[in-house]
C-alpha cells in the first residue's frame, strides 16, 4: 500500500493535482461483485505515458470545438479574453449546409469572457471564426437533436440477423456475399420481417484473407470486398477472357467445392475471386461506369486512395516478405503511409491501386443496391448493421494516423467471472484528447461511412462512449486501467447522425455498464441491446412485459451459443475441448449454473403459457424451440432480432470468444439457406410464433393472472 501511495504521490504535479486524474485515467471501478477495484499506479503511468504525446493543445482563445445541445444556451467560452470580431457559418464539412442558412458576426469587448452565438441556430455543424488585427482562430459548433431516430413507438419489429459469410445461395462461392444478402432480403421481407441484421461489414485484408474477424477490422470507413458478388459485375458477364476462364473444368469444380465446406476457406475463397476480379478489370472500358468510378474517388475523398494504397502494398510484400501481417512488421521505409517509398510505389502500381479502390466501388454499389432493395420491399428498417469498437493494429487506418490511434495500448475489458484474466483485443485506442482537438471529425466520418445504408446501426461496445479499458502494450489484460471519453459530446454527434440519416441506433449494452451512462443513453434515444440469456430478476428470468421497449430483444449473439447449444451445454463441452476454463471445479460452477437457468427459463415458459407441460430432461426439442421464440417474440422490446442457426438447429457457435487458432473463428456456415429455413415445418412454426408474439397476442388463457408492472 505505501508503494502505491509513493507511486500517486510521484504522479502529482506542482498544483497538487493528479495529472493522471486531469486526464481522464481512472483510479478504479467497479468490478462485476459490485466492488471497488482500485487500478494499480504503474498501468495509470503507463497510460499516461500512451497518450502523452497527444496532450499537447494549441495556443488559442478558443477550445477546438463546442458542443450543444438544441434549446439550450449557445456559449462559447473564451480561453484568452481579448477584443474580438467573429463570424459562424455553416461549416463545408457538414453533410448538407446547416438549415440556418447565412453568416452570423459580431463583435466582442475585452471583458467579455463568453460569445453568446443566435439562439435560434438549426442543428447542425457550424464554423466559428475570431479575428484580432491580422490573427485569425477558428472552431467547430456543432448543435444537436438531444435524440436518436427513432421508429414509431406502436411498431413491434422483428428481423433476421446474420453473419454474411455465413449464408448460402443459390449462387454463393464459398462465402455469403452481397447476392446472398439481396436474398436473404427478399426471403425476410415476404414473411413480415422489418430488417436482416448483418456482421460488421468493415475492410479486412485482401491480402490476408485468413485474418477474418470482422471486429477487427483494418478500417472502418471501407467495406470488405471478400463480399463482392463477382456474378453480378458488369465487367465479369462481358469479359471474354473471364468467361472463359469462369466455364473451365477446374474453376468450376474449385467453386463446387468451395460450396459444398461447412466453413469458408478464405484463402481459397479470395484466390478465386481476385482472379476473376482482376480479369473484369482488364475489362473496364465503360464510360458512363468509368464517369461513376471517377465521381466515387471524387466523392469519398483521400480516404479511398490511401485504402487502396494500402492493400496494394500488402499484397506486393506478402509475395517476398513470410509474415507480412500488417505494416508494424513491413520494411521500416513502408511504415509510414506518407514516406517517399510509399509514393513511389504507388506511382509505380498505379494500376494495382486503382484496382483496389475499385473493388471498393464495387463493395459500396452492391451494398447500396442491398439498401435499395430493402426500401423497395417496404421494410420498416431495412439493412440493420453493427460498428465495430476499433481497428486492428496493423490495419489502414493506424498505418494513416498513428496520432489518434495510441500505439502503445490496445483495448479491451477488465477482469470478471468468466474471463479471470481479462480480455485484450488487440485494437488501439483512440486517444479521447486527440479527437477532441480534431473537433470529433474521425468519429463523426465512422458514423456517416457506417450509417449511409443502414435504417439502424448496433453499436458494439457502446460504453466505449463514455470510457475504455487500456491496456498497455505487451501486458495482460488485468495490468490495464479506464480512460474517460467525452460521453455528452459523442452522444450529441451520434443524434446529429442519427437523425440526419434516420437511422436507429442500438447500443451494445452487455457486461459491465456504469450507471452514468444508463440514463444518458435512454435520455439520448440510444436503444438497448437484450440477450434473453443475461435477462435475470432475482434467480429466476425477466417476463416479457417488463423487458424495456427502447431495445432490442434477441435471444442470443454471435458471441453467445445457439439456442440448442445452449440448451444442450454444447457450449460449455467445446470450452472444456478447448481449454477455455482453468479448473474442473470453475467448469462443475458452470454446469450447475446452466442448470438452474434452464429450470428458470423453463417455468417461466409453463406459467406463461408458451409451454403447454414440463418438459422430459435432454435434448432441445422442436416445442422448445418455439416456445422460446414466442417468449422473445411476446417481449415489450420494440425490435427482436433472430439468427437462422436456430432455425436450422445448429448446435456449434460462429465464435467462442477468448480463442484464437484453437477455433475456426468467423468460418462456420449456415448448413442451408435462409429460404430452407423459412420453409421447414419447424421454420413455419417458428415464423408463426414470432408473427403472433410481434402482434400483441402475447398471454393465452394460462398465462398468470397479475403479471406484474411494465416498463415506462
Known amino acids: 500500500m505505501d508503494k502505491m501511495r509513493q507511486a500517486a504521490d510521484a504522479a502529482m504535479g506542482d498544483d497538487g493535482q493528479d495529472r493522471y486524474d486531469e486526464v481522464g485515467i481512472a483510479r478504479g471501478y467497479v468490478n462485476a461483485a459490485g466492488l471497488i477495484e482500485p487500478i494499480d499506479e ?22 477546438p470545438v463546442c458542443v450543444f445541445s438544441t434549446g439550450k444556451s449557445y456559449n462559447v467560452t473564451l480561453l484568452i479574453p481579448n477584443l474580438y470580431q467573429w463570424k459562424l457559418r455553416p461549416d463545408d464539412y457538414a453533410l448538407a449546409p446547416a438549415d440556418g442558412g447565412g453568416f452570423y458576426e459580431g463583435q466582442i469587448a475585452p471583458s467579455d469572457e463568453q460569445i453568446t452565438l443566435p439562439a435560434d441556430l438549426a442543428c447542425g455543424y457550424y464554423r466559428l471564426t475570431l479575428r484580432a488585427d491580422d490573427a485569425l482562430w477558428h472552431t467547430s459548433v456543432i448543435i ?9 413507438a406502436d411498431e413491434r419489429l422483428w428481423g433476421m440477423c446474420v453473419q454474411l459469410y455465413t449464408l448460402r445461395s443459390a449462387n454463393d462461392w464459398g462465402i455469403g456475399d452481397f447476392g446472398a444478402l439481396k436474398e436473404a432480403l427478399y426471403e425476410t421481407a415476404r414473411r413480415g420481417g422489418a430488417f436482416v441484421g448483418v456482421n460488421p461489414l468493415h475492410a479486412l485484408y485482401p491480402a490476408v484473407p485468413e485474418n477474418a474477424s470482422p471486429y477487427s477490422p483494418s478500417s472502418r470507413t471501407a467495406l ?67 464517369q461513376a468510378f471517377r465521381r466515387f474517388l471524387a466523392e469519398r475523398g483521400e480516404a ?31 511504415r509510414r503511409h506518407d514516406s517517399e517509398t510509399v509514393r513511389r510505389f504507388a506511382e509505380s502500381h498505379d494500376d494495382d491501386v486503382r484496382f483496389y479502390a475499385w473493388l471498393q466501388w464495387l463493395a459500396h454499389q452492391q451494398l447500396s443496391e442491398c439498401f435499395t432493395l430493402s426500401r423497395r420491399l417496404g421494410m420498416a428498417v431495412g439493412l440493420y448493421g453493427d460498428l465495430a469498437v476499433g481497428v486492428a493494429e496493423g490495419g489502414v487506418q493506424t498505418w494513416c494516423d498513428k496520432t489518434l490511434y ?28 486527440v479527437l477532441r482537438q480534431r473537433a470529433y471529425r474521425p468519429f463523426i466520418e465512422v458514423l456517416r461511412a457506417n450509417m449511409r445504408y443502414f435504417g439502424a446501426l448496433r453499436i458494439d461496445h457502446v460504453m466505449s462512449l463514455l470510457r475504455l479499458w487500456w491496456v498497455p502494450y505487451g501486458e495482460n489484460a488485468d495490468a490495464g486501467g479506464y480512460v474517460a471519453y467525452p460521453l455528452d459530446d459523442l452522444l450529441a454527434i451520434l443524434t446529429l447522425e442519427s437523425q440526419r440519416h434516420r437511422c436507429v441506433v442500438i447500443g451494445e449494452d452487455l457486461g459491465i455498464v456504469p450507471p452514468e451512462i444508463v440514463q444518458k443513453l435512454r435520455d439520448a434515444g440510444v436503444y438497448s441491446y437484450k440477450v434473453l440469456y443475461f435477462e435475470k ?28 447449444g445452449y440448451w444442450q451445454k454444447g457450449d460449455l463441452r467445446l470450452g472444456e475441448s478447448l481449454g477455455i476454463y482453468p479448473d474442473a471445479e470453475v467448469l462443475a460452477a458452470l454446469n450447475e449454473a446452466r442448470d438452474d437457468d434452464k429450470r428458470a427459463l423453463e417455468a417461466m415458459l409453463l406459467e406463461y403459457g408458451f409451454l403447454a407441460k414440463p418438459l422430459p430432461p435432454g435434448a432441445m426439442t422442436d416445442e422448445l424451440n418455439v416456445a422460446l421464440h414466442r417468449f422473445i417474440a411476446s417481449t415489450s422490446s420494440q425490435f427482436v432480432g433472430l439468427q437462422p442457426e436456430d432455425w436450422l438447429r445448429v448446435e456449434t457457435p460462429v465464435n467462442v470468444p477468448g480463442t484464437s487458432d484453437q477455433y475456426l473463428n468467423w468460418r462456420r456456415r449456415l448448413p442451408a439457406t435462409l429460404a430452407s429455413a423459412f420453409e421447414s415445418p419447424l421454420g413455419q412454426r417458428l415464423l408463426e410464433a414470432v408473427q ?9 388463457a394460462a398465462v398468470r393472472t397479475n403479471p406484474g408492472e411494465t416498463h415506462k
Open 42 to 63: 504503474t498501468a495509470r503511468r503507463r497510460i499516461y505515458d500512451a497518450m502523452a504525446s497527444g496532450l499537447e493543445s494549441p495556443n488559442s482563445p478558443l477550445p
Open 144 to 152: 444537436s437533436p438531444g435524440r436518436c431516430f427513432a421508429r414509431p
Open 224 to 290: 470488405n470486398v471478400a463480399y463482392i458478388d463477382v456474378e453480378a459485375v458488369a465487367e465479369f458477364q462481358t469479359s471474354e477472357s473471364a468467361i472463359a476462364w469462369w466455364k473451365s473444368a477446374d474453376v468450376q469444380n474449385e467453386r463446387q467445392r468451395l460450396r459444398q465446406t461447412d466453413s469458408v476457406d478464405y484463402a481459397a475463397v479470395m484466390t478465386l475471386k481476385m482472379t476473376a476480379l482482376r480479369l473484369a478489370w482488364q475489362s473496364f472500358d465503360d464510360p458512363l461506369r468509368k
Open 304 to 334: 479511398i486512395i490511401r485504402q487502396a494504397e494500402f492493400d496494394a502494398l500488402h499484397y506486393a510484400l506478402t509475395q517476398s516478405q513470410e509474415n507480412a501481417w500488417g505494416w508494424p512488421v513491413w520494411p521500416e521505409a513502408y
Open 406 to 433: 495510441r500505439m502503445k495500448a490496445s483495448v479491451g475489458a477488465p477482469p470478471d467471472p468468466l474471463g479471470p484474466q481479462g480480455q485484450n483485443w488487440g485494437l488501439p485506442p483512440m486517444d479521447p484528447h
Open 537 to 564: 430478476e432475482g434467480v429466476g428470468f425477466r417476463p416479457p412485459e417488463r423487458y424495456l421497449p427502447q431495445s432490442m430483444a434477441t435471444p442470443t449473439t454471435h458471441d453467445l451459443p445457439t439456442l440448442v
Open 692 to 700: 403472433r408474439g410481434r402482434e400483441g397476442r402475447m398471454l393465452d
